[in-house]
Every structure is written in C-alpha cells, then in structure tokens.
C-alpha cells in the first residue's frame, strides 16, 4: 500500500479524474481515520459537502484532505515525540513504556474511534484528535468521562451517548 503523502498528493493531482481523486481520498483513511474508516469518511464527507456525483465539486475533496492533514500533522508530532523518550527509556533499561498510548500499538488509526457510521463529533478533526492526546498525555482516568466530550457517563468499551466516540478506543470495542 503506498504511504500517506504520495495518495494525499493524488487527491491533489487535477490530471486525474474527479472518481479517481475521491478513491484516493478513501485510501487516504486506510492511514490515518481518527473516527475509524467509515465515520471519518462520513465527517468529512458532510463537513466538506462532498457531492455524490463528484464531478459537481472536485474541489470538496482537497478541503477534506486538508483537514485529515492538519489532524494527522498532530498525531505525527507527539508520534515522533514518543519515540525519542522510548529511546532515552531503553537506554536506561527500560523495556517497557511508562504510559502506553493508544497510537503507539493501532498507529494513528482511530484514535477516537466510532462505532456508528453516522454518530461522531462535528467539531473538526483535528480540535478532537488534539483533545484526545492532551487527555492522554496528562494521564486522564479513561474510566467515567468522555475524552472528547466531557459527558459524564461514559464507560469502557461503549460509545459515548453523546458524541459516539468509544472512550478506550477501537483496540477495546470489538
Ligand atoms: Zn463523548
């Protein structure tokens, strides 16, 4: 599978057709969907207006591009961050991460991840990423409170009633 970058440029790519650019906006979500593949799709998909006839609108698909980068620009700074205290760890002999987080062992992938296709945050991607990591950087309980949203109810293993996003993630909703 090509990377992130060289599909994305695709998307971008005027020479290809309007069909073409939007499968590559698909496969842009097999690396990086925060929501999970289908409810990123539809985010983006009805933020952006993406046209089901696409020839409408081709430019829909380089705004939702934009926005999964600047998300993705996010993960891949605290993704870099992470790796060099894992290498300073090991130097000191530790095997093990002292946090582990969830973007480590699934990759970026659905960080926020929601069960159902049509019931995920409407705020931009990258406002809900940012809050997700800065919860788990400062070491939030995962158990009582909704990550993204704050709802009070929010439990293991199930979606948010509020937002639709599962507060422990994909790794722990199948
Ligand atoms: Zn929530």
Redesign the pocket.
């Known amino acids: 599978m090509t990377s992130f970058p060289v599909t994305a440029r695709r998307v971008r790519d005027e020479s290809l057709s309007p069909r073409r650019r939007r499968s590559h906006l698909r496969d842009c979500l097999y690396h990086f969907a925060p929501y999970g593949f289908h409810a990123t799709w539809h985010h983006l998909a009805t933020r952006h207006r993406i046209p089901r006839d696409i020839e409408a609108d081709p430019p829909s698909l380089v705004r939702a591009l934009g926005e999964l980068e600047t998300a993705r620009a996010l993960v891949l700074a605290r993704a870099v961050a992470f790796a060099a205290q894992r290498r300073l760890q090991k130097q000191a002999g530790r095997r093990t991460p002292t946090t582990p987080h969830p973007w480590d062992s699934w990759g970026c992938h659905d960080i926020a991840y929601c069960p159902d296709p049509q019931k995920h945050p409407t705020e931009v991607l990258s406002i809900v990423v940012g809050r997700v990591l800065d919860a788990y950087a400062a070491g939030v309980d995962l158990a009582g409170r909704?990550l993204?949203?704050g709802?009070e109810d929010?439990r293991p293993g199930r979606a948010?009633r509020?937002?639709g996003?599962v507060p422990d993630g994909y790794r722990n909703s199948v």
Do not use: A, F, L
Request: aromatic share 0%.
């Open positions: 909704c993204v949203c709802d929010s948010c509020n937002c996003v």
